[in-house]
Protein backbone atom coordinates (compact mmCIF):
# COMPACT_ATOMS: atom_id res chain seq x y z
CA UNK A 1 0.00 0.00 0.00
CA UNK A 2 1.47 3.69 -1.01
CA UNK A 3 0.27 5.73 2.25
CA UNK A 4 1.78 8.77 0.31
CA UNK A 5 -1.07 8.92 -1.76
CA UNK A 6 -3.83 7.74 0.47
CA UNK A 7 -6.87 10.04 1.19
CA UNK A 8 -8.73 9.79 4.58
CA UNK A 9 -12.83 10.01 3.38
CA UNK A 10 -15.66 9.53 5.45
CA UNK A 11 -16.60 6.13 6.12
CA UNK A 12 -19.31 4.68 3.78
CA UNK A 13 -21.98 2.95 5.11
CA UNK A 14 -21.52 -0.43 3.69
CA UNK A 15 -17.76 -0.39 5.48
CA UNK A 16 -19.94 0.06 9.13
CA UNK A 17 -19.97 -3.96 10.20
CA UNK A 18 -16.46 -4.21 9.05
CA UNK A 19 -14.90 -0.99 10.69
CA UNK A 20 -16.87 -2.26 14.08
CA UNK A 21 -14.77 -6.02 13.60
CA UNK A 22 -11.75 -4.20 13.00
CA UNK A 23 -12.01 -1.90 16.40
CA UNK A 24 -13.26 -4.73 18.33
CA UNK A 25 -10.49 -7.03 17.42
CA UNK A 26 -8.01 -4.32 17.71
CA UNK A 27 -9.69 -3.31 21.56
CA UNK A 28 -10.85 -6.63 22.61
CA UNK A 29 -8.00 -6.85 25.46
CA UNK A 30 -8.20 -3.07 26.45
CA UNK A 31 -9.16 -3.12 30.18
CA UNK A 32 -11.60 -0.60 29.89
CA UNK A 33 -13.49 -3.11 27.94
CA UNK A 34 -12.50 -5.81 29.94
CA UNK A 35 -14.35 -4.47 32.64
CA UNK A 36 -17.40 -3.38 31.12
CA UNK A 37 -17.70 -7.34 29.83
CA UNK A 38 -16.74 -8.82 33.02
CA UNK A 39 -18.24 -12.27 33.83
CA UNK A 40 -20.86 -12.81 31.00
CA UNK A 41 -24.27 -13.38 32.02
CA UNK A 42 -25.51 -17.13 31.22
CA UNK A 43 -29.14 -16.22 30.81
CA UNK A 44 -28.42 -14.08 27.57
CA UNK A 45 -28.17 -15.23 24.33
CA UNK A 46 -24.83 -14.26 23.78
CA UNK A 47 -23.32 -15.66 25.87
CA UNK A 48 -22.79 -19.56 25.01
CA UNK A 49 -18.76 -19.51 25.98
CA UNK A 50 -17.41 -22.20 28.19
CA UNK A 51 -14.83 -20.11 30.05
CA UNK A 52 -16.24 -17.25 32.20
CA UNK A 53 -15.02 -14.13 31.02
CA UNK A 54 -14.41 -15.04 27.41
CA UNK A 55 -12.30 -13.09 24.30
CA UNK A 56 -15.62 -14.22 22.08
CA UNK A 57 -17.47 -12.62 24.17
CA UNK A 58 -16.34 -9.41 24.28
CA UNK A 59 -15.69 -9.87 20.45
CA UNK A 60 -19.22 -10.31 20.23
CA UNK A 61 -20.05 -7.29 22.48
CA UNK A 62 -17.44 -4.69 20.95
CA UNK A 63 -18.40 -5.60 17.75
CA UNK A 64 -22.12 -4.67 18.08
CA UNK A 65 -22.06 -2.11 20.67
CA UNK A 66 -19.10 -0.20 18.22
CA UNK A 67 -21.35 -0.41 14.96
CA UNK A 68 -24.29 0.97 16.75
CA UNK A 69 -22.02 3.63 17.86
CA UNK A 70 -20.81 4.08 14.25
CA UNK A 71 -23.81 4.34 12.83
CA UNK A 72 -25.08 6.89 15.20
CA UNK A 73 -22.73 9.05 13.58
CA UNK A 74 -22.98 7.95 9.95
CA UNK A 75 -23.29 10.85 7.68
CA UNK A 76 -21.50 13.32 9.97
CA UNK A 77 -17.74 13.55 8.47
CA UNK A 78 -17.17 11.92 12.15
CA UNK A 79 -16.25 8.24 11.11
CA UNK A 80 -13.06 8.76 9.14
CA UNK A 81 -11.16 5.75 7.16
CA UNK A 82 -8.29 5.11 4.81
CA UNK A 83 -8.24 2.67 2.63
CA UNK A 84 -5.89 0.88 0.12
CA UNK A 85 -6.21 2.13 -2.78
CA UNK A 86 -3.50 -0.48 -4.81
CA UNK A 87 -5.88 -3.11 -5.21
CA UNK A 88 -7.96 -3.88 -8.30
CA UNK A 89 -10.94 -1.00 -8.75
CA UNK A 90 -13.51 -3.63 -9.44
CA UNK A 91 -12.80 -5.07 -6.47
CA UNK A 92 -14.45 -3.97 -2.96
CA UNK A 93 -11.77 -1.39 -0.96
CA UNK A 94 -9.62 -2.90 1.93
CA UNK A 95 -9.87 -1.23 4.79
CA UNK A 96 -7.13 -0.46 6.75
CA UNK A 97 -7.69 2.36 9.41
CA UNK A 98 -10.70 3.68 11.15
CA UNK A 99 -10.71 6.15 13.89
CA UNK A 100 -13.88 8.90 15.09
CA UNK A 101 -12.83 12.47 15.23
CA UNK A 102 -15.47 15.03 16.64
CA UNK A 103 -15.87 18.31 16.10
CA UNK A 104 -15.94 20.65 19.01
CA UNK A 105 -19.78 21.05 20.37
CA UNK A 106 -20.70 17.57 18.76
CA UNK A 107 -24.49 16.98 19.75
CA UNK A 108 -24.79 14.55 21.89
CA UNK A 109 -27.05 11.62 20.71
CA UNK A 110 -30.44 11.41 21.98
CA UNK A 111 -32.68 8.81 23.42
CA UNK A 112 -34.43 8.47 20.14
CA UNK A 113 -31.36 8.39 17.91
CA UNK A 114 -29.56 4.92 19.95
CA UNK A 115 -33.69 3.56 19.61
CA UNK A 116 -33.44 4.22 16.45
CA UNK A 117 -30.19 1.80 15.71
CA UNK A 118 -31.66 -0.90 18.20
CA UNK A 119 -29.38 0.07 20.96
CA UNK A 120 -32.42 -0.71 23.42
CA UNK A 121 -31.65 -4.14 22.51
CA UNK A 122 -28.17 -4.46 24.70
CA UNK A 123 -29.85 -5.41 28.00
CA UNK A 124 -31.42 -8.51 26.44
CA UNK A 125 -28.17 -9.58 24.03
CA UNK A 126 -25.08 -9.17 26.78
CA UNK A 127 -26.43 -8.50 30.51
CA UNK A 128 -28.07 -5.95 32.34
CA UNK A 129 -24.96 -5.86 34.43
CA UNK A 130 -22.09 -5.24 31.20
CA UNK A 131 -24.94 -2.08 30.28
CA UNK A 132 -24.80 -0.68 33.81
CA UNK A 133 -21.10 -1.08 33.74
CA UNK A 134 -20.69 0.64 30.37
CA UNK A 135 -23.15 3.23 31.43
CA UNK A 136 -21.04 4.27 34.75
CA UNK A 137 -17.66 4.05 32.85
CA UNK A 138 -18.76 5.92 30.03
CA UNK A 139 -19.84 8.82 32.57
CA UNK A 140 -16.56 9.12 34.12
CA UNK A 141 -15.10 9.21 31.10
CA UNK A 142 -17.43 12.39 30.05
CA UNK A 143 -17.05 13.86 33.55
CA UNK A 144 -13.10 13.53 32.51
CA UNK A 145 -13.53 15.33 29.82
CA UNK A 146 -15.25 18.29 31.15
CA UNK A 147 -12.32 19.11 33.64
CA UNK A 148 -9.64 18.78 30.40
CA UNK A 149 -11.70 20.89 28.13
CA UNK A 150 -12.46 23.91 31.08
CA UNK A 151 -8.76 23.41 31.79
CA UNK A 152 -6.83 23.58 28.68
CA UNK A 153 -4.92 26.16 28.79
CA UNK A 154 -5.18 26.84 25.05
CA UNK A 155 -8.86 28.51 26.07
CA UNK A 156 -8.46 30.20 29.69
CA UNK A 157 -9.27 33.21 28.18
CA UNK A 158 -11.79 31.99 25.86
CA UNK A 159 -15.68 31.87 27.59
CA UNK A 160 -16.76 28.54 24.93
CA UNK A 161 -13.91 26.10 25.41
CA UNK A 162 -13.71 23.58 22.34
CA UNK A 163 -12.06 20.48 21.58
CA UNK A 164 -11.96 18.49 18.69
CA UNK A 165 -12.11 14.47 19.90
CA UNK A 166 -10.48 11.30 18.87
CA UNK A 167 -11.40 7.90 19.23
CA UNK A 168 -11.22 4.02 18.66
CA UNK A 169 -7.82 4.98 16.57
CA UNK A 170 -7.13 1.28 15.44
CA UNK A 171 -5.44 -0.31 12.14
CA UNK A 172 -5.43 -3.47 10.73
CA UNK A 173 -2.90 -5.82 12.25
CA UNK A 174 -1.32 -6.94 9.33
CA UNK A 175 -0.99 -3.49 8.48
CA UNK A 176 0.75 -2.57 11.22
CA UNK A 177 4.08 -0.88 11.64
CA UNK A 178 4.34 0.59 8.19
CA UNK A 179 3.26 4.13 9.21
CA UNK A 180 -0.53 4.06 8.18
CA UNK A 181 -1.99 4.96 11.63
CA UNK A 182 0.26 7.63 12.05
CA UNK A 183 -0.69 9.21 8.12
CA UNK A 184 -4.36 9.35 8.83
CA UNK A 185 -4.11 10.91 11.77
CA UNK A 186 -2.33 13.84 10.43
CA UNK A 187 -4.13 14.34 7.94
CA UNK A 188 -7.26 14.91 10.20
CA UNK A 189 -5.31 17.29 12.86
CA UNK A 190 -4.63 19.16 9.77
CA UNK A 191 -8.38 20.06 9.82
CA UNK A 192 -7.94 21.09 14.06
CA UNK A 193 -4.74 23.14 12.92
CA UNK A 194 -6.64 24.83 10.62
CA UNK A 195 -9.36 26.23 13.03
CA UNK A 196 -6.95 26.41 15.93
CA UNK A 197 -8.20 24.14 18.17
CA UNK A 198 -7.04 21.49 20.41
CA UNK A 199 -7.77 17.85 20.25
CA UNK A 200 -7.87 15.89 23.37
CA UNK A 201 -8.01 11.80 23.70
CA UNK A 202 -7.78 9.20 26.26
CA UNK A 203 -5.89 5.78 26.42
CA UNK A 204 -5.43 2.77 28.10
CA UNK A 205 -2.01 1.33 26.82
CA UNK A 206 1.46 3.06 27.49
CA UNK A 207 2.46 2.48 24.04
CA UNK A 208 -0.18 4.84 22.67
CA UNK A 209 1.18 7.46 25.35
CA UNK A 210 4.08 7.20 23.56
CA UNK A 211 2.84 7.06 19.96
CA UNK A 212 0.51 9.83 20.39
CA UNK A 213 3.57 11.95 21.88
CA UNK A 214 5.32 11.54 18.21
CA UNK A 215 2.08 13.38 17.28
CA UNK A 216 2.10 16.37 19.59
CA UNK A 217 0.00 15.10 22.44
CA UNK A 218 1.12 15.71 25.72
CA UNK A 219 -0.17 13.80 28.54
CA UNK A 220 -2.68 16.37 30.98
CA UNK A 221 -3.89 14.34 33.42
CA UNK A 222 -4.10 10.49 34.38
CA UNK A 223 -7.18 8.93 36.85
CA UNK A 224 -7.62 4.97 37.88
CA UNK A 225 -10.99 4.00 36.47
CA UNK A 226 -12.27 0.50 37.10
CA UNK A 227 -8.89 -0.49 38.50
CA UNK A 228 -6.66 0.92 35.30
CA UNK A 229 -5.13 3.75 34.86
CA UNK A 230 -6.40 5.70 31.95
CA UNK A 231 -4.25 8.50 30.13
CA UNK A 232 -5.90 11.71 29.42
CA UNK A 233 -3.93 14.18 26.52
CA UNK A 234 -4.25 16.61 24.65
CA UNK A 235 -2.46 18.39 21.54
CA UNK A 236 -2.61 22.07 21.21
CA UNK A 237 -2.97 23.47 17.43
CA UNK A 238 -0.18 23.98 14.69
CA UNK A 239 0.15 27.25 12.84
CA UNK A 240 0.29 26.50 9.61
CA UNK A 241 2.29 28.26 7.28
CA UNK A 242 0.34 30.64 5.27
CA UNK A 243 1.92 29.56 2.36
Not at 15 to 28: G, K, V, W
Not at 30 to 48: H, K, L, M, V
Not at 89 to 111: E, H, S
Not at 179 to 196: F, P, Q, T, Y
Amino acid sequence: MSISNAKLVELPPEYLPEAADLAATALIDNPIYTAICGPPNRSTIATDDDDGQSRSFRQRFLSWIFEKNFRLRNGTCINRALFDESIDKKKKKQLVAFFMFLPPNTPDVGLFDMLRVGMAAAPFLFGLDVVRRLLSIKDEYERIERIVVANDRHHHDNNDPMMFRLERMVVRTDMQGRGIGSRALRLALRESDAVGVPVMLNTQEERNVRFYGRLGFEVVREDEIAGHTSWSMVRQPVVLDED
